[in-house]
């Protein structure tokens, strides 16, 4: 169980722990930068690299002196993301030996503002989603949306060593799996796949497709660095006059409301 109030850290070693019964044991701070914990008791067990996404200080600050806070978080891919799963893979390379354990980065957003769209943000690092805009018929003048997987390259697919990330926020944990990766049949047979399994499946771009709309550049050879190209290609596969690559922000605005019901009266 995943509770708002813990330590990041805390709260992925208790998941794995009371959820999964399996040993966790931290890995001992040395010169060379290495990973948070060794998972063991479910085959050749994990190395977990633990990435809290928290509130921006000066945000909280302003919040705390009575001022409005506003901003704006890009829905898809963020370079943040990428750093963080850059970081972990060279965490996970130090560990002895380097692969015989499953690599799982953890997310863990403890964020007040635009939970949802940092959520969004780490989803579409994983798998390189934009959100793309199409014409609801060659005469029409309405468009459509929706979100397609890989229109730039993704962390996974970059890194296809990672084998999986564990995403918590708000008391929930999603587990979102790298179907690029080596070792797909190894994380399949883990206790960790069938925990989520269990209550409605991991996150993987196949089911995203398949129940959920997203669209997809399947053509990795694609100059996906050419936003032209990738939207003659999406317009071409899905059969459209056109499509728009968008950079769809959320806005938020935040401000802390005094509860006078308890008054102190003199």
Known sequence: MITDDQDPEMEIRAFFERDLKLTVTRIPVSVLRSADFLVDGDGAGYVL???????????????????V???????????????????????????????????????????????????????????????????DSDESSTTSGRDCLYVVPGA??????????????GGAIMLCVNECGDRLAQLHSSCLWNFFADRGGPITPSDLELTNGFWSVSDRSLDRSDESAVERYLAEKYKTSRVFILDIKSHYASAVVPDNRHAIRP
């Open 49 to 67: 690299e633990v990435k809290e996404r928290p509130d921006d200080k000066d945000s909280i600050a302003a919040l705390r002196a009575g001022e």
């Open 69 to 135: 806070v506003a901003g704006a978080e890009s829905l898809g891919w963020a370079r943040w993301a990428s750093h963080c799963v850059r970081s972990a893979r060279q965490q996970f390379a130090s560990s002895k030996p380097p692969h015989d354990r499953l690599w799982i980065p953890c997310f863990v957003v403890k964020r007040s503002f635009a939970t949802d769209a940092v959520f969004d943000q780490i989803i579409g690092t994983l798998y390189g989603v934009r959100q793309v805009a199409y014409p």
């Open 156 to 169: 996974f697919e970059r890194w296809p060593e990672i084998d999986a990330a564990i995403v918590a926020r």
